[in-house]
């Protein structure tokens, strides 16, 4: 049988490894600068945890686990009877992977409340899994990288997320746009259409604005019995590029001009610092998960067709979910997977990275092979990612190696080298060589 993986996932090489552990080290760095601490959550939670929070698209891309054993003994027979799946699935599955990790975190605020201090600022870098189809930036299995603050409701957190994303971005040398908006403004628009119990079914149709158009939006509102008179009054504020216009079409919308107030509140902070990337209003983003409440953020790359490659907002009461009322959180993701690709197709990674292997040492015979082995130590010692051939192979054979492995530098060791004390450092990009003392090697190579 041929192997293979399944679908949506994907096999990383060493390269490709270490190419994502420089995204997750620059991203780590910021967050801890700007003061988040670190947790990890299981790769399973309790399908009652997970239902119920992304909305009724979210819950279908939910990656329902089997129950332990026997499942089928406990299984709801006149659901299968019936061909009815999303009736058996209770009976036969009682975990799910994780989604994400904004409503694993809500939860595990929830269960440490008595351990942690609020307000509580923390980031969390792991795997989720979504059952979505796959495709160019979009897999089943993927890392998501959150910075998340809950128990205020300051806005200054906003402002913070969205320095945090542009600070990222910049040093990654991704040329992003930062969208901006306020679920309050959608509401809004809702409210001024005169469709305010039709709200999640307009921000579903605004979802997909990007993808399908004004007229595929129009298309899809009016396919949710939204009338003609409403869709032409969203059809004109969505048109809207900057708040002030907003106030006199929110006239009669309370909520609509707090969502207003709140993003002129976010701007008052962020704007005492001119950002790198370009950070604009958006009044079409509508981000599809249900639980935002306030600002929302998504980020696109500028340089590359690419879905967003990071998104998030503000979230008054999830963990009321969980049984804490009343603690506000606000948070932001990074796409891994998709700001790999974008980084990749667009050639940003170092060519040297803090886990590359910086010089390899290859021997002529067995003696040399023990000199050189005493060489790694002391380099090692000196902090220096260095490795040996394992054997004193024919010189080309080794000399391949290093050239397969990339490495900068190699130092060739015979009996002329060890009875000068040195070895022969040779620059692999440059050719040039030096005969230089371990001591040499090491402050030239650090």
């Not at 780590?28 to 790769?43: D, L, M, R, S």
């Not at 600070?167 to 992003?176: C, H, P, R």
């Not at 899809?220 to 002030?244: P, Q």
């Not at 910086?358 to 010692?381: E, I, M, Q, S, T």
């Amino acid at each position: 049988m041929k192997p293979s993986i399944p679908k949506g996932t994907r096999d990383f090489t060493p390269e490709q490894v270490s190419k994502r552990n420089y995204i997750f080290d620059t991203i780590k760095k910021v967050f801890i600068k700007y003061g988040y601490q670190p947790i990890e959550t299981p790769a399973m939670e309790s399908l009652s945890t997970l239902t119920g929070k992304y909305g009724e698209e979210g819950d279908k891309l939910l990656f329902k686990v089997l129950n332990n054993g026997e499942f089928l003994n406990k299984a709801d027979k006149q659901a299968i009877a019936d061909g009815n799946s999303a009736k058996l699935i209770p009976s036969i599955s009682k975990r799910g992977l994780r989604y994400d990790l904004t409503v694993p975190f809500a939860r595990f605020v929830v269960m440490h409340q008595n351990e942690i201090s609020f307000p509580f600022k923390r980031y969390q870098i792991q795997p989720v899994w979504r059952a979505d189809r796959p495709q160019k930036g979009r897999y089943q299995e993927f890392y998501q990288c959150d910075v998340d603050v809950v128990g205020s409701d300051s806005l200054m957190y906003e402002a913070e997320l969205v320095q945090i994303y542009d600070e990222v971005f910049a040093t990654l040398g991704v040329n992003a746009e930062i969208k901006v908006n306020n679920r309050k403004i959608l509401e809004g628009i809702a409210e001024a259409a005169g469709i305010s119990d039709q709200f999640m079914d307009m921000t579903m149709a605004i979802d997909k604005l990007d993808k399908i158009g004004i007229e595929g939006v129009r298309k899809d509102l009016a396919g949710r019995d939204i009338a003609e008179t409403a869709i032409d009054k969203i059809e004109k504020m969505l048109g809207v590029t900057s708040l002030a216009p907003l106030k006199e079409l929110f006239a009669d919308s309370p909520t609509g001009l707090k969502g207003i107030e709140e993003l002129e509140a976010f701007h008052s902070y962020f704007d005492l610092k001119t950002p790198t990337n370009e950070v604009v209003f958006d009044i079409t983003l509508a981000r599809g998960l249900s639980y935002y409440t306030g600002c929302i953020f998504e980020v696109k790359a500028k340089d590359v067709k690419m879905g967003s490659i990071g998104g998030g907002g503000r979230y008054d009461d999830l963990t009321g979910n969980f049984g804490l009322k009343n603690v506000s959180g606000v948070g932001v993701s990074f796409g891994a997977a998709r700001i790999f690709d974008v980084m990749e197709e667009l050639e940003l990674f170092p060519k040297e990275r803090g886990d590359s292997l910086k010089l390899l040492l290859v021997a002529f015979d067995d003696p040399a092979h023990k000199y050189a082995f005493d060489c790694l130590n002391k380099v090692r010692a000196a902090g220096i990612n260095a490795d040996l051939y394992p054997s004193p192979a024919k010189m080309k054979k080794q000399m391949k190696y290093a050239n397969d492995r990339k490495v900068p530098f190699v130092a060739v060791i015979g009996s002329n080298e060890m009875e000068a004390g040195k070895v022969q450092l040779k620059n692999m990009e440059t050719g040039e060589q030096s005969l230089l003392t371990t001591e040499e090697v090491i402050e030239q190579l650090f």
